[in-house]
């Protein structure tokens, strides 16, 4: 059947979706490959006991004290305190809440992980059958697996996720009926918007910027009015964000004020300099892109295995395809046009925009835009092609989607040997005892790294952990009580940080040594990851090592409590 042409377009009703040739192909079956596309990633979850996100045992140790404190906080109360402020970061929280109240907290955990894998995904898929109708397309499929498998699902941002979630189906809600919203359509789409505050801020923003570019220059009913009333109704949408933004200016006033970090000039003064950029906002790749997978060699020739190199050749080798056989153009090249140019902004925007909004208002801002640059390129994947072009895309999509499935159970072994040797010495730590760790060693070849916060697995049986790095952020709930006498979790942090860098030992050792000096009558419990004999010997002042398990050791103050 012939695509229709721009004629016949202004020819249908107003708010009338262009025509898609109609497969009646059930939403189920795109779900169900997708979910196949997922399995290798699921199963890695689901069987290796100490697969771990980055920050989800944080998260997962924070949502017990939540859950604590709505007992009576008679585990936790008397060392954190709860602010229920309007934050963004709740709809992540909430979620593990309901999981932890539900399952036992491993359970909960994997859950979470689970739900924050899927979810992107399936919603990405929705948000392609929304603007592209029913013509199934293998490639996207993949494109939006690997939405899915993303660095930030891997890192644990969970609120993020969620509102990745809610970035694509509330353009899919909007897309449908764009020109002619009608009033239960645009209450529901601010109900969407004010759900994605809660979520995270930084995907509601570009939720908003995304809305906004699209109705500019998406293609509609043909007149200056219809694009007014488009325009107008969906400024109506987003009115409660008004108040919300208010709200949210209060509260970030805890964080300093928001001076953006931006990219240095010389990133882009070289070849080097470019690669080590576009490397930073690499929104798909789990480990370092010159390593071989489940080894530690490097080297320039295993490029080839990175998935973000194949997923950028099929991107640009289906959008040639796609360009080529739309032919004239028509409404239906329009919109393909619309959503590249989204897509097209947002990646600009993490290369060329600002990293972080300020050392109190979190990090990683670059990988989390790329991520949605690369969920909006997925509507606008047609159909198979026949053209060698949209075939080689196709292929290299699934080449890409297969090595991040590997990267993806590579990176789980390499927690159960790292991350599951920590929290496996949670029944030698107890119960009911104020806990800092040392992570002498840090060293990986993934972008993300599992050991930095496994600890909080020791605080889910009712423990202190001091280096519990939520309670030091206005955009989480969990705080620390004021007056404790504790370790900064910062400090703790960024001596882990710092790692095995000769050039740093003296660094650390004197802020190790600070440390304890200040605070070792406020550890009752000093749990060590891997041997560091320069700040060993300052340990050894204050604190005895009683047991070792490999590379995890215990130790106890030398003087009885």
Excluded at 192 to 211: K, M
Excluded at 297 to 314: D, E, H, K, N
């Amino acid at each position: 059947m012939s695509t229709p042409s721009s004629t016949q377009a202004s020819d249908r009703p107003a708010g009338t979706p262009p025509f898609r040739p109609a497969s009646h192909r059930s939403p189920l079956r795109d779900a169900a490959r997708v979910a196949l596309m997922l399995a290798p990633a699921l199963a890695a979850i689901w069987t290796i006991p100490w697969f771990v996100t980055q920050d989800g045992l944080a998260h997962l140790y924070n949502a017990t004290i939540l859950v604590d404190s709505l007992r009576g906080g008679p585990v936790f109360g008397d060392s954190y305190e709860v602010r229920w402020d309007p934050l963004p970061n709740w709809g992540g929280h909430l979620t593990l809440m309901a999981l932890v109240a539900a399952f036992p907290p491993r359970a909960a955990d994997k859950l979470m992980t689970t739900i924050t894998l899927t979810g992107v995904a399936l919603a990405v898929v929705w948000l392609r059958r929304r603007v592209a109708g029913d013509r199934p397309s293998l490639a996207a499929d993949a494109a939006a697996a690997l939405s899915g498998m993303s660095f930030s699902w891997l890192m644990g941002f969970a609120s993020f996720q969620l509102g990745a979630c809610l970035f694509a189906i509330t353009l899919g809600v909007w897309w449908r009926d764009r020109d002619a919203l009608r009033a239960g359509r645009m209450a529901a789409l601010a109900a969407l918007l004010a759900a994605g505050y809660f979520c995270h801020l930084v995907s509601l923003g570009l939720t908003v910027l995304s809305l906004g570019f699209l109705a500019l220059f998406a293609p509609g009913a043909s007149g200056p009015r219809s694009w007014r009333d488009r325009v107008l109704r969906l400024g109506v949408c987003l009115a409660p964000l008004a108040v919300l933004g208010v709200v949210y200016i209060g509260l970030s006033r805890q964080g300093g004020a928001m001076i953006p970090r931006m990219p240095r000039v010389e990133e882009f003064l070289s070849f080097g300099g470019w690669f080590r950029r576009l490397g930073w906002v690499d929104p798909v790749s789990l480990g370092i892109k010159t390593a071989l997978p489940f080894t530690d060699r490097t080297g320039a020739a295993f490029l080839a295995f990175s998935p973000i190199l194949w997923a950028v050749g099929g991107a640009a080798l289906l959008v040639a395809g796609g360009l080529l056989a739309s032919g004239g153009r028509t409404r239906e090249s329009g919109e393909r046009r619309a959503w590249l140019g989204l897509s097209a902004v947002l990646w600009l925007a993490a290369i060329f925009g600002p990293e972080s909004l300020g050392p109190g208002h979190g990090d990683y801002l670059s990988q989390r835009i790329s991520l949605l640059g690369l969920v909006a390129a997925v509507p606008a994947i047609g159909p198979p092609s026949r053209s060698w072009l949209g075939r080689a895309g196709a292929a290299a999509m699934l080449v890409a989607l297969a090595l991040q499935s590997a990267s993806v159970w590579d990176y789980g072994l390499f927690s159960e040997r790292t991350a599951g040797r920590i929290a496996g010495a949670a029944p030698r730590v107890g119960s009911g005892r104020r806990v800092a760790t040392l992570l002498a060693d840090l060293t990986t070849r993934f972008r993300v790294n599992p050991m930095l916060h496994a600890d909080c697995w020791l605080g889910v049986s009712g423990n202190i952990v001091w280096t519990n790095y939520e309670a030091r952020h206005y955009y989480f709930p969990v705080h620390f009580r004021e007056g404790l006498d504790r370790p900064d979790s910062w400090d703790l942090q960024e001596i882990a940080l710092l790692g095995t860098d000769p050039r740093t030992a003296e660094r650390r050792r004197l802020w190790w040594e600070r440390v304890l000096d200040e605070h070792h009558d406020a550890i009752d419990v000093l749990l060590v990851w891997k041997e560091a004999p320069d700040l060993d010997a300052v340990t050894a002042r204050w604190f005895a090592p009683v047991e070792r398990e490999g590379d995890v050791r215990i130790f106890r103050p030398r003087d009885p409590r």
